[in-house]
């Protein structure tokens, strides 16, 4: 009999429950329920499972507790958020899924992943797999951006770095794909909120990116805070054990959100803790995150015939199997115990510092206002994002400290020297004050250029943060306005840098502005990173993952909408469209320019008449006929004529990036597999249709300028 089913065996029903139990140690705080001190249960083998404790002093005092003190000696699982980065912080994830690069996003999960370890982490609540085209949504910064098909790949990747080759490796951590499913689309953009989606609409857009994350091996899925239609996530067997576990063959880890079992009470589904427990439980999820529901409602729920023991004993099998997996119990110290070296510390900065700067996008750039010219004198940096070193972490910094973070003026300072760079706050980011703007304004007529750093502060997006008006907080539109006026009349050109968690709705920032750099929150070496694009060290590259409406009026906007029956037409009245804005974005899907110029020349896709065993081979043609070198995004979408159901007007199937230096011209290739057309039919299966596809490509989601092929598929 191997080790786990020796320990069932000999488990009492509270050491089970404890197994099934994670409450929090305090180091961070990421949700409103605080536990006390956990060390006694420890002891009793009552608590088997802890989040928010950082460290290895910390983490190896308790994980000694549990394997030489407690009566089974069964490690304890050690979680934290490592959402982008643990100490080193990389861009935020909507952030990173503009570089359009999976090596690149599997190479900082495995940075993150080796400097949790070395913390004593052996579990990151991460990646978060949440496809989102609602801006309101403060938590649309953890997620990969608007697309299903982008969620697949940036799930995958994130997978591998954070799980590595084997979970037993020192440097590996458990990835737990999160937040199972549908949170995005909550009502209004609200936190929390109830959603109400087709299920089609689950199954074509929100299931995607976690049926990625199980295929690379994911250890643990965490279920969503909110109610599917009627039936809460945390307790939703349809979807846990039907979809997931039974279709997908997930023989994971289900961890619940935080207190979010004890929260089914509030949804109305539950009369009290031992339903609450049972409903989790029957569903599938192993562990209670923070609730203490399972240890308080679970021996009631058996009493009362709500639960079986045989699935108390599946959970706990389920949890000592992770535990065996991460090689806990063979040492339960092997994280934590291995200082990084000073190299390898080095080494992820400079990491750090290229990511932050791939992952900026150009959404606007006229009169030549970026880059900054080499000899430019002096540059006005103004605004209160300058110098606000913390709020470049972004909200999930969990171990990440305020100290260490680069801030645009210590980055453009040591670009620069200090004598070049001359700075005002202006104003604050969300406060009334503007007596800073005349000082800021009365700054233009000593500088060459204006660079503004506006947006929002890092806790206004993230969990709880949703904004029913996503514009620039505070005063900042004023100092945007008094400066923007000034620099204008004095011919001086003026960039704006925007960090923020989300598209912001700025049209009249957008008009007046020469140049739009969106930053995100960059993470640790975003200074640097900004001030290598601004000063042309580096070409900015990054696409936006979501696209940017004009007006909130707009939102839900995403480039894979399905046709109408009265598709818009400017000459008809009676089409879809809107009286007062156009249908289109402010800024399409993809859209992010360079210091390039590329011209589409060709697009030439092969065979033009494919089976279903046949691969796509989409090729393109362009030539950069700007003035310097310039990594170009090169997407591919297709689009379904005709089909059993409505079809998106575009599918995105594949990217491809190519670096060319100025006149140069050249090539990329990107291969569908024909599979990748499959549709879902009546019964969510995914199948082949016979007929004519479009196969697009093109720098963005932005329909015009993208070069067209008619392909023919017989099944
Ligand atoms: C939070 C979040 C979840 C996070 C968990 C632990 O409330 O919803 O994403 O992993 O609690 O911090």
């Not at 029956?565 to 399409?588: C, I, Q, W």
């Amino acid at each position: 009999m191997n080790r786990i089913e020796m320990l069932i065996g000999r488990m009492t029903l509270a050491e089970k429950i404890g197994q099934l139990t994670m409450t929090a140690a305090g180091s961070a705080v990421t949700g409103p329920v605080l536990a006390g001190d956990s060390t006694e249960a420890i002891r009793a083998g009552t608590v088997g499972n802890l989040l928010n404790l950082v460290g290895p002093g910390p983490v190896h005092q308790l994980q000694r507790l549990a394997v030489e003190e407690s009566r089974l000696k069964i490690p304890l699982l050690i979680g934290l958020d490592v959402i982008h980065g643990h100490r080193t912080l990389f861009p935020v994830p909507l952030a990173e899924a503009a570089l359009f690069d999976p090596a690149t996003w599997t190479r900082t999960a495995r940075e993150a992943a080796a400097e949790a370890a070395a913390d004593g982490i052996a579990m990151t609540f991460a990646p978060m797999c949440d496809v989102s085209r609602d801006p309101r949504w403060g938590r649309t910064v953890e997620g990969p951006g608007e697309d299903p098909w982008l969620g697949r790949q940036i799930a995958a990747a994130k997978v591998r770095g954070f799980q590595g080759a084997h979970l037993s490796d020192p440097a590996s951590i458990a990835a737990v794909a999160k937040h199972f499913c549908a949170y995005g689309p909550v009502t209004a953009g609200r936190e929390y909120a109830a959603v109400d989606v087709s299920e089609r609409t689950v199954h074509e857009v929100h299931l995607p990116s976690f049926e990625a994350a199980v295929a690379a091996g994911v250890a643990a899925v965490m279920p969503a805070f909110t109610d599917l239609a009627g039936i809460p996530m945390t307790a939703h067997q349809g979807l846990l054990k039907g979809w997931l576990r039974g279709r997908q063959g997930f023989d994971g880890v289900i961890v619940s959100d935080y207190n979010a079992i004890h929260e089914l009470l509030h949804h109305g589904v539950a009369a009290d803790v031992p339903e609450a427990a049972a409903l989790a439980l029957n569903a599938g999820v192993d562990i209670d995150m923070m609730a203490g529901a399972y240890r308080q409602g679970l021996p009631v729920a058996l009493e009362r015939g709500l639960v079986s023991l045989a699935d108390v004993d599946a959970a706990v099998r389920r949890v000592l199997t992770l535990k065996e997996r991460l090689g806990l119990f063979d040492d339960p110290f092997r994280r934590g115990s291995r200082a990084e070296t000073p190299a390898a510390l080095a080494a992820r900065h400079e990491l750090a510092r290229e990511v932050a700067g791939r992952s900026l996008v150009l959404l606007k750039c006229e009169r030549e206002a970026l880059p900054l010219p080499a000899s430019v004198r002096r540059i006005g940096l103004i605004g209160p994002l300058t110098d606000a070193a913390a709020e470049m972490r972004g909200p999930w910094w969990a171990a990440a400290a305020a100290e260490g973070q680069v801030s645009v003026l210590e980055g453009l300072t040591a670009a620069l020297g200090a004598t070049r760079v001359a700075h005002a706050r202006g104003v604050e980011i969300a406060t009334d004050d503007v007596h800073g703007i005349a000082a800021a304004v009365e700054l233009c007529a000593t500088v060459d250029s204006i660079v503004l750093c506006l947006g929002e502060a890092a806790v206004m997006s993230g969990e709880a943060a949703s904004r029913a008006d996503p514009v620039l907080p505070g005063r900042q539109r004023e100092l945007a306005e008094a400066v923007l006026a000034r620099a204008r009349a004095l011919g001086k050109p003026a960039v704006i840098v925007l960090f923020c968690g989300r598209p912001l709705i700025l049209p009249w920032l957008f008009e007046h502005a020469d140049a739009v750099l969106v930053a995100w929150f960059p993470g640790t070496q975003a200074g640097h990173g900004i001030a290598d694009v601004l000063t042309g060290r580096r070409s900015p590259g990054g696409r936006t993952p979501i696209s940017w409406p004009r007006t909130v009026g707009q939102v839900p906007i995403f480039f894979a909408q399905r046709p109408s029956g009265r598709p818009a037409d400017p000459r008809d009245h009676f089409t879809s469209k809107y009286l007062d804005v156009p249908n289109d974005p402010a800024f399409a899907f993809g859209h992010g320019l360079t210091y390039g110029r590329f011209r589409y020349t060709q697009l030439q896709v092969t065979p033009s008449r494919v089976t279903p065993a046949d691969t796509l081979e989409v090729r393109v043609d362009l030539t950069n006929e700007g003035s310097r070198a310039a990594e170009e995004t090169v997407f591919v979408f297709t689009h379904d004529r005709v089909a059993s159901t409505t079809r998106p007007l575009l599918e995105l199937k594949g990217f491809a990036r190519i670096t060319l230096q100025p006149g140069a011209s050249g090539s990329v290739t990107v291969r569908i597999a024909v599979a990748e057309l499959r549709l879902l039919d009546a019964r969510f299966e995914a199948v082949l249709e016979a007929g004519e596809f479009d196969v697009f490509a093109g720098p963005s989601a932005d329909r015009s300028t993208l070069l067209a092929q008619r392909i023919v598929l017989a099944v």
